[in-house]
């Protein structure tokens, strides 16, 4: 595919999806809102707060939330996913951004259970979110299948579809092998996916994948295996 046929299907993706856009400052609301309106983004929706957003999200479907981390008084940007994927506000087709000046290792480690589909530090410009926009949406639509069969809980199907990406030497490769071993988790497979941390851990300390094993190791009743794993994680 050419770049040029490239930048057309991704502005008819634009075209359908539904954005909101969460900040505490009007001004930068606004200016967000005008960038991705000249992607070519039809439904925007804007929270001043994390209260707002949440229940914004409670009434609507949205393709991509754009949520800045400090939010001032009330929840921040990372609560607010927590939220909104705990109590499946937001489908595992949407997007959800963190727009954010932290670069704090706390707030990084806070994430670990609930990442972010991605981060954006300001000060943004718009190629700079125009080039990280395109190449989630590119990857919403080529794991599609997969989230579509999570959503509807088809857990079989989505552990079927995740082989079959990981087979074709996908470059969504990380994506798929932390999906795969949760969805073995979620499923009670928990020797698959034991399996798969310690595979990703044998290769270099991801923190994901240590805490995906220590809750493993607690489903399984290796209780001082999990403590000695999350105590290194913590340190």
């Not at 972010?116 to 718009?126: A, E, F, H, N, S």
């Not at 999906?179 to 994901?208: H, M, N, P, T």
């Amino acid at each position: 595919m050419s770049e040029l046929q490239r930048q057309i299907q991704l502005a008819k993706y634009y075209r359908t999806l539904k954005f909101l856009v969460v900040d505490d400052f009007e001004n930068f609301r606004l200016s967000i809102r005008q960038m991705i309106r000249a992607f070519g983004v039809e439904k925007i929706d804007v929270a001043s707060n994390g209260e707002d957003a949440v229940a914004r999200c409670e009434h609507e479907s949205y393709d991509i939330v754009l949520c800045d981390y400090n939010l001032g008084a009330g929840k921040n940007g990372q609560q607010v996913l927590e939220e909104l994927r705990h109590n499946k506000l937001l489908k595992q087709t949407g997007i959800f951004v963190l727009i954010t000046a932290e670069t704090s290792k706390d707030m990084v480690m806070g994430a670990l259970e609930y990442l972010p589909d991605g981060y954006i530090t300001k000060p943004i410009t718009k190629a700079v979110l125009q080039k990280r926009l395109d190449s989630m949406v590119e990857q919403r639509e080529a794991l599609k299948p997969i989230n579509e069969a999570i959503d509807n809980d088809l857990i079989d199907k989505a552990i079927e579809l995740v082989n079959k990406e990981i087979q074709s030497q996908t470059k969504y490769v990380t994506w798929c092998l932390r999906k795969l071993a949760s969805l073995y988790y979620q499923k009670g497979d928990f020797s698959a996916a034991r399996k798969i941390y310690e595979d990703v851990l044998s290769k270099r300390d991801i923190g994901w994948a240590m805490l995906g094993l220590s809750k493993v190791q607690v489903a399984m009743g290796d209780y001082q295996e999990a403590i000695d794993g999350l105590t290194g994680l913590l340190s």
